[in-house]
């Protein structure tokens, strides 16, 4: 009797052992899908993530600035807010891709010059225009079919991948996500002045409505996806998290 279940005990340790060291890339490659707010922490989860996966890690709110400097860098702002089919044209032309964490917009490296605070304000109303949205959902879906990858955005488990494997919802404090903001701007200042903390953080409320509000692919929870408060985590801990999901869900 003692020696049988100290069989089962010995091989259950050799099933344990041989699960933890499978990683989820040597199984089912699947599509993590993590939408939420602004600042919420999911571009620096998302890109953690997608490294100790091996996931291909696509920012989508990179791909939305990038449209919109595009659009500032031709001057065409005002025109296409009196008449949205303005961009249409402009959309026919773009080329929009990754190079591991780089974005490059017709063939350059826009990483830094979307982050500008001008692109920032001007986003939310580019995001909200429909040729867009269509034009970036079929270069999103496109880089999905492979699966094995993490993409965050506004939309991604409700419209771009619904069906994908794992659904993440974002949230955390406007305040707590406007520290971060501030954190994370002053690092990058070298020396220019970086807005307070108030002004941030109303930013960021307003983004979070116009978000939320617009009539296209508006930021929401899809039902099936697991929702994650990140206001008292570390980023570590949020990507655990996620993790051990992704290794759940890959194994099955
Ligand atoms: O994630 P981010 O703050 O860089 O995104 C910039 C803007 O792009 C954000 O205000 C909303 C928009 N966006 C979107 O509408 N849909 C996505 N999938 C990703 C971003």
């Known amino acids: 009797m003692f020696g049988k279940s100290k069989y089962i005990f010995y091989n259950y340790r050799l099933n344990q052992n041989v699960l933890e060291r499978r990683s989820p890339i040597e199984t089912k490659p699947i599509i993590v899908a993590i939408d939420g707010p602004a600042a919420s922490g999911k ?118 991948f619904p069906d994908a494997e794992l659904k993440i919802f974002l949230v955390a404090d406007p305040a707590e996500r406007a520290k971060r903001r501030h954190a994370e701007l002053s690092l990058k200042a070298n020396g220019a002045a970086v807005p307070g903390i108030e002004e941030l953080e109303q930013e960021i409320i307003k983004r979070d409505r116009d978000d939320a509000e617009r009539t296209h692919a508006p930021l929401k929870q899809h039902p099936d996806a697991v929702l994650l408060d990140t206001s008292s985590m570390t980023i570590d801990e949020q990507v655990s998290f996620v993790y051990d999901l992704v290794n759940k869900i890959a194994r099955q």
């Open 43 to 160: 571009s620096t989860t998302a890109r953690i993530l997608a490294g100790k996966l091996g996931y291909t890690y696509i920012d989508t709110g990179a791909m939305y600035r990038s449209v919109t400097l595009r659009v500032l860098r031709e001057g065409l702002l005002d025109e296409i807010r009196r008449d949205e089919s303005r961009i249409t044209e402009l959309l026919r032309t773009i080329t929009i891709g990754f190079q591991g964490e780089r974005v490059f917009l017709d063939g350059e490296d826009v990483s830094e010059a979307i982050r500008e605070n001008r692109v920032s304000r001007e986003v939310s109303f580019i995001s909200s225009l429909k040729p867009v949205r269509d034009k970036l959902r079929e270069l999103q879906q496109e880089m999905g079919q492979k699966r094995g990858i993490v993409m965050d955005g506004r939309d991604i488990g409700t419209v771009i």
